[in-house]
Structure formats: C-alpha cells, structure tokens
C-alpha cells in the first residue's frame, strides 16, 4: 500500500510541475509577442519619422537652394579633410 502512496505522491507532483512548466512556457510566449509587436511599432514609427526627415529636407532644400548648396560643399570640404588625415 505505501507503493501506491508514493506513486501517488510522484505522479501529483510530476503533475503539478507539468503545470507550472506550462504555465512558465505561456508566459514567456506572451511575453515574446508583447516585445515583438512592440518592436513591430517602433519599427513603423522610426520609418514614418525618417519619411517626415526627408520630406523635411527636400523642402527646405527647395526653399533655399544656395543655402543648401553651401551646407553641402561645406560638409564635403569637412568630410574630406577627416578623410584625408590632415
């Protein structure tokens, strides 16, 4: 008879540890999505600020194209001096 008490005892605890595995496995599933589809939105909303950056700099660059045009000779001459290693 004690045989089957302890059968019953490792089978209850094997069953409880089976359910708390579970219940850990759905968590971090969970918890996987959640990360995942906020990272979907940060994703679109990086995309959606780098769109309004270009829009941005293409109007401005219609609106001031000797301006713009000194800003861009002026980053190349910078750009080329770090480059060169002077």
């Not at 004690?2 to 094997?14: F, S």
């Not at 996987?32 to 995309?47: F, I, N, S, V």
């Not at 829009?55 to 910078?78: H, M, Q, W």
């Amino acid at each position: 008879m004690q045989a089957t008490d302890n059968t019953n005892t490792v089978d209850a605890t094997v069953d409880r540890l089976r359910s708390g595995v579970h219940s850990t496995v759905d968590k971090v599933a969970n918890a996987t999505t959640q990360a995942a589809e906020a990272l979907g939105q940060k994703g679109e909303q990086l995309k959606n600020v780098e769109q309004q950056f270009f829009e941005d700099c293409r109007s401005y660059i219609d609106k001031n194209p000797a301006t713009s045009l000194g800003i861009a000779v002026g980053a190349g001459f910078l750009l080329s001096r770090l480059m060169s290693g002077r």
